[in-house]
């Protein structure tokens, strides 16, 4: 009897632990990319079609700004905070994957740092966003402008440098492993390295341009991967 009782739990907790794969990296990654649109575009419309002000502009029509739109700002903060979230999940949904197909290179670690660093800029800049839309702020100009350099550096260079690293650690193993497609895995190198170079925008100010280039094109990178990533190793290793 106890034999038998052992060979019956067995066959059952097999498919639970190869079930234990955690939420799809690919839908994690549109669900953070699409909060993350959608403050920029609620906050836009909510603005009147009003951009964002450049934390590089003067200090007069940046306070001008955040008194005439709170609204705007504060919805974009909270999505900001949101997106954060997501972010998080799938950088440790993407390293214990990269663990469980064997790589054993930092990549998976780098990922998921990289990934965790990236979540808590944005969120710190969601925060801080929420933050200038509040009136006791916007009464002090010398305040709302250093507010918005702190949201520009975490939002800006901090979350897309390390955003590049979260790239980077799923692009070489992907790339060395076989995990993802040449094509794809090569592209998110180039990805991850322009997303780097953003770090220039802390010493020269036309750095700045390269933020949006690496932020939307490592977001599109990072649901493809997501999607592409196996759950598991299909070729044997010799």
């Known amino acids: 009897m ?5 060979t019956r739990t067995r066959p059952a907790e097999a498919p639970r632990k190869e079930a234990q794969g955690g939420p799809p990296p690919g839908v994690l990654a549109v669900v953070f990319t699409g909060l993350f649109l959608a403050g920029l575009v609620l906050s836009t419309v909510l603005a009147d079609g009003d951009p964002f002000p450049s934390p590089f502009g003067g200090t007069g029509g940046i ?13 974009s903060g909270a999505l900001q905070f949101a997106a954060s979230i997501p ?5 440790a949904t993407v390293s214990a994957r990269l ?3 064997g790589v ?7 990922a998921l740092a990289g990934g965790l660093l990236a979540a808590g800029f944005l969120a710190c800049c969601g925060l801080v966003s929420w933050t200038l839309s509040r009136t006791e702020v916007l009464d002090l100009p010398p305040l709302v402008r ?7 550096a975490t939002g800006g260079p901090g979350h897309v440098v ?10 070489v193993p992907g790339l060395l492993a076989g995990l993802l497609p040449r094509k794809l895995a090569v592209t998110g190198l180039v990805l991850a390295v322009i997303a780097e170079l953003a ?5 020269f100010d036309g750095a700045a341009l390269l933020l949006p280039l690496a932020r939307f094109t490592c977001l599109g990178w990072l649901i493809a991967a997501g999607f592409l990533l196996p759950r598991r190793r299909t070729r044997k290793e010799h």
């Open 2 to 6: 106890p034999v038998s009782a052992e």
């Open 162 to 171: 390390t955003l590049g690293l979260l790239v980077a650690g799923i692009a």
């Open 63 to 75: 306070v001008a700004y955040f008194r005439a739109h709170p609204d705007a700002v504060r919805v």
């Open 104 to 110: 054993r290179a930092p990549g998976a670690t780098i």
């Open 99 to 101: 663990h469980r197909l």
């Open 199 to 203: 770090a220039l925008t802390l010493l």
């Open 146 to 152: 250093a507010l918005q350099y702190l949201a520009f």
């Open 87 to 91: 972010l998080a999940v799938y950088a």
